[in-house]
């Protein structure tokens, strides 16, 4: 009975896991990568083509408002906020015109790039809220691996003592 349980636990970790890693590729294919072509673009047309991608992938997941935190509600998990920084600065590259000088643009493009992008440790990274690609199932993720690995790990041990 004991092996059963492990394997069962072992059996969902491991499909929790991969879940967490589709849903992580699904989001960097749909939004994050274009969030960075956007803060890479040189020009105000390519800026907003690429980050109205990414709204459009954004609200088609309902990534629109909402904390991915499942303890504590920090800003910098907040959904709202972020999504709401997408939309202005959409808006911003909006309002350009004709009549727009060379300078302003450029001034624009880099307050883009500050806007959708933070270095870090691993080098330029876009902001996001931590957990995003789970949303909205990060507690559902937390408490299913959480109860796994309370399982499993001991089971693992005993188990192993039994060998």
Do not use: H
């Not at 990414?54 to 088609?60: L, P």
């Not at 959904?79 to 302003?104: C, H, K, P």
């Not at 949303?135 to 796994?148: C, E, R």
């Amino acid at each position: 009975m004991r092996q059963i349980v492990f394997s069962v636990c072992v059996t969902t970790l491991f499909v929790l896991v991969t879940l967490r890693i589709v849903f992580g590729v699904g989001f960097s294919l749909g939004c994050s990568q274009y969030l960075k072509r956007a803060s890479d673009a040189n020009t105000i047309e390519l800026a907003k083509a690429n980050l109205n991608v990414a709204i459009k992938y954004a609200e088609m997941a309902n990534l629109t408002n909402g904390i991915v935190s499942i303890f504590l509600q920090q800003p910098e998990n907040d959904i709202g906020f972020w999504y709401s920084n997408l939309i202005a600065s959409r808006d911003e590259l909006s309002r350009v015109t004709t009549n727009t000088s060379q300078m302003e643009k450029s001034n624009l493009l880099m307050k883009l790039r500050e806007t959708l992008t933070d270095n870090g440790k691993e080098g330029t990274q876009i902001t996001c809220p931590n957990g995003i690609s789970v949303y909205p199932y990060n507690k559902l993720f937390f408490w299913l691996i959480a109860i796994s690995l309370f399982i499993t790990i001991p089971l693992g041990f005993a188990t192993i003592t039994d060998l």
